[in-house]
């Protein structure tokens, strides 16, 4: 729709099973998971924000892609992949270009909440929030991709943690 003057079109010719529109910072892509029901693949899919020049970067079979963020500048897209074939749930969070290249796996756990990049988009925050002693907070050194677990002076490691943010 544009806001100027409330005019709507379809975004899309075809109706396919799309979920979770995100807008890039500065709203000019959108990345969303198109689902194939025939093929069970999930795409997770750039297009500019008339949902034009649609790019692929990064496709899986089965499972679910959620959540999906991006990196302050709008170059990154992190996600979480659940793979659902082994009975139990395996997380697995990736880091990828918004142009397509350097899929990276970046954290792999069991149960993935939320993700949140660091302001200078140098920094990955990943909230498990299953583990055997609890929910944990883990960040990733994106050029590295080193991980901690992350721990505050005083507190236990094995509490759950929910709703973190970033203060620059």
Known sequence: MRAADGQARPM???ELGKSQFV?????DFLALDEFDESTQ???LNVVDSSGSNSLTVAQFTGGSIYPIVWSPDGTLLAFNYYDLTGGAPSAQVYAVSRTG????LVYEGSTVGRLFFS???KYLLVEETTSASGGHLYWINLTTLDFNI???PGLSTDYDWYAPSWRP
Not at 23 to 27: C, D, I, L, M, N
Not at 101 to 104: K, R
């Open 41 to 43: 693949t999930h795409f």
């Open 150 to 152: 992350l721990q505050a």
């Open 101 to 104: 290249g350097n899929l990276s």
């Open 23 to 27: 807008a890039s910072p500065k709203a």
């Open 12 to 14: 899309f010719e075809v």
């Open 119 to 121: 302001p200078d988009g």
